[in-house]
């Protein structure tokens, strides 16, 4: 697949925003498609008589699989037209959806699981590329904390409707509903979705897979910002797997109120903080270098003592209390994960360099839900015990993270200057 040439008409000033808008929508059913079967797992632990590290494997192959190409799919994403990426992917990874609602067997959950994972990974690399071109560094994080709070919309509506629709119309439902969903938007967006040339133009040359993999490994700031991806990500996966069941078997939520419950405190608590913070680090990144990872590093360190008291809850409100604290600290870190990486890599590397941190970050962050599996049941109290200390333990895996990043500042280079960066795009049919 060859990238078509730039047309002679360039996009108004506003459809850079408007291209924001559209992999919103796409970003939301992305999320919503891989966080509904985690919703479900009361039911299906109910009727197949999954036990917790089964019910782990499930949410662990997709996220080892979305990994493994993450890799091959960023290095795709500096090569290809993007659109077809995003859109292609969304009409696969939509069907694999609607199939989930067939399955019966483990390994049936565990393959489309894993197959959802392969058609999900082209989504983040290419987009943010997209967006990275669209927008210069004067409102990257803008665009892309903004973009970030449909990830926390996704798994809202993911969480909750496949609850609700699992309580009163079965758990297949709404992996039919989900997978029709997608496969709509997809084809509606292939006729409003502009591919951007890329940017900079002296650096148009294509490299290769060794090239981007020197380009961001040669850099400190780099390596100690993907380092602490991981940590965060480990933490997270745990969240968004394990958090439906907490709240059903530790504090005796129904199952539809505990999808609502498990997600909106933490994710609309961050969808609410993550436009804010995207503000703050593009005022505070103009103004010395590192700005992004400090927004960040002061996420995770301040949300490393929420994560611990979430675990160590009694009491609901306590509970609540600590979830909407966690999300909101969530946001601020969450607003800078790729625009933080775009100011020390190679500008032709850059869905390369996103590819690499979702392997890497989803690699080591899918052990989280296998994890916590296991030790829920081999661990030396109840389950509901070992799960409770396994989430606070996430505590200390987010203070390390968070040093991590103050070391990153250490190391970082001056601002991107102004000139470098594409305030107006021409777009590719």
Not at 195 to 213: I, S
């Amino acid at each position: 697949m060859k990238t078509a040439a730039p047309t002679n008409q360039a996009p108004g000033q506003n459809y850079k925003w408007r291209v924001v808008g559209m992999l919103w929508c796409v970003c939301v059913l992305n999320y919503a498609d891989r966080q509904a079967i985690f919703s479900v797992f009361p039911r299906l632990e109910q009727e197949f008589g999954f036990d917790k590290v089964q019910l782990g494997l499930i949410g662990s192959a997709f996220m080892w699989v979305y990994a493994g190409a993450a890799l091959f799919a960023g290095y795709i994403g500096d090569r290809v037209r993007r659109k077809d990426l995003i859109l292609g992917g969304c009409l696969f990874w939509s069907a694999i959806t609607g199939l989930t609602g067939s399955c019966s067997k483990l390994w049936q959950f565990v393959t489309v699981r894993a197959a959802e994972g392969l058609g999900e990974t082209f989504y983040f690399p290419a987009s943010m590329s997209m967006i990275s071109d669209y927008h210069s560094a004067r409102s990257r994080s803008r665009a892309m904390s903004l973009h970030q709070s449909s990830v926390y919309i996704g798994t809202i509506v993911g969480s909750w409707l496949g609850a609700v629709i699992a309580e009163y119309y079965g758990w297949r439902i709404g992996f039919y509903f989900f997978g029709a969903c997608g496969m709509v938007l997809a084809l509606i967006l292939y006729r409003f979705l502009r591919e951007p040339a890329r940017t900079p133009a002296p650096a148009l040359a294509k490299t290769d897979f060794r090239t981007a993999w020197v380009s961001i490994f040669k850099t400190p700031s780099a390596l100690l910002i993907m380092l602490a991806f991981v940590g965060a990500n480990f933490v997270a996966t745990i969240f968004l797997t394990w958090t439906p069941t907490f709240l059903v078997e530790k504090f005796h939520f129904r199952l539809s109120a505990a999808g609502l419950s498990g997600s909106i405190f933490i994710h609309l608590a961050s969808a609410c903080a993550v436009p804010f913070a995207g503000i703050f680090a593009d005022k505070l990144a103009s103004k010395f270098s590192g700005g992004r990872v400090l927004i960040q590093a002061a996420g995770l360190l301040l949300g490393a003592l929420f994560v611990f008291w979430v675990g160590a809850a009694e009491q609901i409100h306590v509970l609540v209390i600590a979830m909407t604290a966690f999300g909101i600290c969530k946001g601020f870190y969450d607003s800078n994960i790729f625009a933080a990486i775009y100011d020390v890599v190679d500008p032709r590397v850059r869905a390369s360099a996103a590819g690499i941190m979702n392997t890497v970050g989803w690699a080591v962050g899918a052990l989280g839900p296998l994890a916590v599996g296991w030790f829920s049941k081999n661990g030396g109290g109840t389950e509901m015990q070992n799960m409770s200390h396994a989430i606070s333990f996430g505590a200390l895996i987010y203070v390390v993270s968070g040093l991590l990043l103050l070391l990153a500042i250490y190391y970082f280079p001056r601002p991107e200057p102004e000139s470098t960066a594409l305030i107006a795009v021409a777009p590719v049919s």
